[in-house]
């Protein structure tokens, strides 16, 4: 690679979601030079969703995007590089550790990964095929072209449970599909769709089911193949649009290779010490949904960013 593309630095923090934005202002904060690598989604899943309504101190019509393009400004605000590009592999075996991306090569004394995660899909070949034609994972992107349209919606965490609310008021039917007869998600949203099934009635709820096959022309689908593990029998149900909200994967794949991943996500907190944040490679450090199966909420992310800056800051004296 070309000398010229070479970016030095002290710390490069991966990921510009809530946690890689929060650990960037803390970094600017203790002068410690930075990088900013923003990844394919600037902003991360947040920008997917038009209202937060748990992010405290902001209680009145906050969307993603909205959020997501003030923490960018609040970042820009301070001396960190922020550079659009993708990191597609690391070698943390040396010092300075390297990290690719497509654009520069990077070296550098302390990294923060926060990659976040990406949405999950079925695992049916027909899923690909479709996808942008009919299948979405993001009902707030796309859902306006599913105006009095059928369309359905697979899970039952907080992401289905909100975007089926979403498009009821757009779509003509919603299906509500989830393979259990218990919906995951939180309390107050599942009481939201009951009343929405109340007031729409466009909502039709399949418990027990299972989503088998997405059928069509190729260039358009135009059904699902469903299961019902109540009755074991299938059934066509005419869509023009299926969205997938089954959960997340943790974006670590690329880590894999030098950081220790448990179920996806880079482990952290090793040996319970004071450094929470740090991972198997000391000055490696990571914070966000990467690294946490549990709360994976936007607050979390940005307060787990800030430990890792602490923690990297640390570090880096030390050195
Ligand atoms: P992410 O937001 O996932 O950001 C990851 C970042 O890493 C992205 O910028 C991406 O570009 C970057 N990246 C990934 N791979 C690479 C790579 N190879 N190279 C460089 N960069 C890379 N939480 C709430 O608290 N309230 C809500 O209302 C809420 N609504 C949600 C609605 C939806 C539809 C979804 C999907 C999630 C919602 N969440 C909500 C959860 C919340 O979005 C996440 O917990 C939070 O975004 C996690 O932040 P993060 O910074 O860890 O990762
Ligand atoms: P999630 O909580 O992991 O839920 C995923 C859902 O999809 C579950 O109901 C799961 O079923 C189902 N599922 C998983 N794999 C499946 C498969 N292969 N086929 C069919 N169904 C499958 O994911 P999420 O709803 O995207 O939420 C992710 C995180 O973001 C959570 O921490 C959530 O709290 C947060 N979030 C918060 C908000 C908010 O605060 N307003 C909004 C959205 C998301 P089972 O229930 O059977 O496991």
Not at 125 to 154: L, Q, R
Not at 170 to 179: D, G, K, N, P, W
Not at 279 to 292: H, L, M
Not at 295 to 307: D, E, F, K, L, P
Request: aromatic residues 10%.
């Amino acid at each position: 690679m070309n000398q010229l593309n070479n970016k030095y630095s002290q710390l490069i923090i991966i990921g510009s979601g809530p946690a890689g934005y929060t650990a960037a202002i803390y970094a600017a904060r203790s002068n410690i030079d930075t990088i900013l690598v923003t990844g394919p989604e600037r902003g991360g899943q947040l920008i997917k969703t038009n209202e937060i309504e748990n992010w405290p101190g902001d209680y009145d019509n906050l969307s993603g995007i909205n959020l997501m393009n003030r923490m960018f400004n609040h970042v820009k605000k301070f001396s960190i590089n922020i550079i659009d590009d993708i990191i597609i592999s690391v070698n943390f075996e040396n010092r300075p550790f390297k990290i690719n991306g497509e654009k520069y090569q990077y070296f550098c004394q302390a990294v923060i990964i926060a990659t976040g995660s990406s949405t999950r899909l079925l695992n049916i070949p027909a899923e690909n095929i479709y996808m942008g034609k009919g299948v979405s994972t993001c009902a707030v992107c796309d859902g306006f072209f599913y105006k009095d349209k059928h369309v359905a919606i697979v899970g039952g965490g907080n992401t289905a449970i909100e975007e089926t609310i979403y498009l009821s008021n757009i779509s003509r039917i919603v299906y509500l599909i989830h393979r259990r007869n218990k919906f995951r998600a939180d309390k107050i949203l599942i009481s939201r769709l009951y009343e929405k099934i109340k007031k729409n009635k466009n909502i039709v709820i399949l418990f027990n089911t299972i989503v088998l096959d997405i059928l069509g022309n190729n260039d358009e689908m135009k059904s699902i193949k469903i299961y019902s593990k109540e009755n074991e029998k299938t059934k066509i149900i005419n869509i023009s649009g299926l969205f997938i909200a089954i959960g997340h994967t943790p974006n670590s794949i690329i880590f894999s290779k030098f950081i220790d991943i448990k179920n996806n996500y880079v482990k952290i907190n090793y040996d319970n010490n004071s450094i929470k944040t740090q991972t198997n490679i000391p000055g490696i450090f990571a914070a966000g949904d990467v690294s946490d199966h549990i709360y994976r909420q936007a607050i979390t992310a940005s307060a787990s960013g800030c430990m890792a800056a602490i923690d990297a800051e640390k570090y880096l004296n030390n050195i």
